[in-house]
């Protein structure tokens, strides 16, 4: 990217400000740096001095110091550390500009024998109608490790090794984003670092991790995740670990914890975050409108509530086309419109696959991205580039819980029901807070080898409030088992939450099963409940 007009640091105005600041963080959460702490560190340190009118300290002593944590005695004479830092963050500069950031409207770049940065506009033509407005954001999240001097080396090396490896999962995870990681927190200055933090990244969650070293060579790992804001802890739990721990078991537990953090659907963090917008509706940030709207809808479902949803994020797209969180959120939609015959989005699919494609181009890792165009493919029939999509998604990250349970209920429909119902079974031993519709999975595997009464049982379970799963599926199994009164009265809840549903079911059906001998066979059901109604 070239760019033409150089932004003046030492009289910047704060439109200027905020352009940055959100550049920074686009640069910060790219491949090139997600996974480098101190190159975050680096680049953020010398743009908050340069900022400030204080290039002059942007010398190698300062910024090994006050940015990368070396001692006082730090000689930049003997010690390269930092000239080779600076070289390897021009180095991801020039490549994070040349790939993932070739549309910025904003070029930071670090010239050869300096360390002070300079920001120029980009001379693109299309950068002002590709960056018409900030892109749509969800929380930021903090992780903070801390480490205890009282206790042994073993017990913190043990605490290193398991907070980098969730680190790098939560990195992925684009609806909560992991912005900023403190590995070694001791607990002297932990209020103090803490504190800092918060204020320097705006945290809005705090994800604290600890291991607590007891007897004869046991440890606990214990995590806590509270809101910054109101400093009340949202979920706290222990796990015992070890150094032995076989990588299946440990990865269990790191699964367990990203599922609260991060996952949408069954996170806490996202539950609370968004209901705590939702409660002050009117005053929710542009940036959050999408994320937020997207719990209403989860929490709500039912057309008036998808509708609803479906503005706020066209409304994000339209400022902004390039808008990564959006563009997943339509894809989503425009299968959800397709599949519960809504009528809202012409078009549809093709429509879905486009944002699902453009989400991917925007951010190749991420899993949310490739579930999406996988669940698009599947509802065009174009089920072996699905699989690919599903096997994409779950490679990239094996904790998100949706992807898990998604990718098995897909392979369930085209056919293959043992791999799929084992996916299912994962997602839902991952918490124990899975929402009741991941039943669906087992009671169609019931319901198709004709084990009624195993499928009721099934479908019991799924009581999710204006979805049409739970009736519908207790309607069909009714009608097979001759339980006509029940029938009669899951049809009429059935019908309370879609009053056409007799008239278009079956298509609904067949869009959402994928599966038409399957289809049928719950029309069948439904049609000897029916009987009399």
């Known amino acids: 990217m070239v760019g033409d007009k150089t932004i003046n640091l030492s009289s ?80 991801r500069l020039n490549k994070y500009y040349q790939e993932e950031g070739k549309n910025e409207p904003l070029c930071i770049s670090i010239p050869k024998g300096s360390y002070i940065p300079v920001i120029q506009r980009s001379v693109t033509d299309n950068s002002v109608t590709l960056f018409q407005g900030a892109e749509s954001q969800g929380s930021k999240l903090g992780l903070f490790c801390f480490e205890s001097e009282t206790q042994s080396t073993d017990s913190n090396l043990l605490l290193t090794r398991i907070s980098s490896t969730l680190a790098k999962e939560l990195s992925h995870f684009i609806f909560s984003r992991l912005y900023v990681q403190i590995p070694y927190l001791g607990e002297a200055r932990s209020d103090v670092i803490g504190n800092e933090a918060k204020e320097k990244y705006l945290i809005d969650f705090t994800l604290l991790l600890f291991v607590q070293e007891l007897p ?28 032995d721990q076989p990588e299946s078991e440990q990865n269990n537990i790191l699964n367990k914890i990203s599922a609260v953090v991060a996952d949408f659907y069954q996170g806490k963090l996202h539950i609370y975050w968004g209901r705590k917008l939702l409660n002050n509706e009117d005053s929710i940030p542009d940036i959050y409108q999408t994320l937020a709207y997207y719990r209403y809808y989860a929490d709500n479902q039912g057309k008036d509530a998808f509708e609803k949803a479906v503005a706020y994020c066209l409304k994000a797209l339209k400022r902004n ?71 994409l998604a779950r490679r990239i990250s094996k904790n998100h819980t949706v992807v898990e349970y998604g990718t098995g209920f897909h392979l369930c429909l085209m056919g293959c029901w043992e791999e799929g119902l084992k996916l299912t079974e994962k997602a839902m031993s991952l918490s124990d807070t899975y929402p009741d519709w991941y039943h669906l999975a087992p009671f169609l595997n019931y319901y198709r080898l004709e084990k009624y009464q195993e499928a009721l049982e099934e479908a019991l379970k799924i ?12 309607g069909a199994v009714y009608g097979q088992l001759g339980e006509i009164e029940n029938a009669h009265k899951e049809l009429k809840d059935l019908l309370t939450r879609c009053p056409d549903f007799l008239e278009t079911g079956k298509e609904t059906l067949v869009r959402f099963l994928g599966a038409t001998k399957l289809a049928g066979k719950i029309w069948d059901g439904l049609m000897k409940a029916k009987a009399n109604f």
């Open 12 to 91: 910047i105005t704060k439109s200027d400000m905020d352009l940055i600041e959100l550049q920074l963080s686009r640069i910060i959460s790219s491949a090139y740096f997600k996974s480098a702490p101190q190159m975050q560190r680096f680049l953020e340190y010398i743009i908050d001095k340069a900022i400030a009118g204080e290039q002059r300290e942007l010398k190698q002593y300062t910024i090994a110091v006050e940015a990368l944590g070396f001692a006082d005695d730090f000689d930049s004479d003997s010690n390269p550390a930092v000239r080779i830092m600076g070289g390897r963050v021009r180095e």
């Open 216 to 243: 004869q060579k046991k440890y606990e790992l214990v995590y806590r995740l509270w809101d910054n804001d109101s400093e009340e802890v949202i979920s706290s739990e222990i796990f015992d670990v070890y150094h």
């Open 321 to 391: 086309t390039q808008d990564l969180i959006a563009n997943v959120i339509f894809a989503d939609y425009c299968r959800r419109d397709y599949v519960y015959s809504f009528d809202v989005i012409a078009d549809s699919l093709q429509k879905g696959k486009k944002s699902a494609e453009m989400a991917i181009r925007l951010r190749p890792d991420s899993h949310e991205a490739h579930f999406a165009l996988g669940q698009i493919l599947f509802c065009l029939n174009e089920w072996e580039r699905s699989i690919n999509e599903f096997n």
């Open 463 to 474: 009581t999710t409030p204006n979805l049409l799963h739970g009736p519908m599926a207790r």
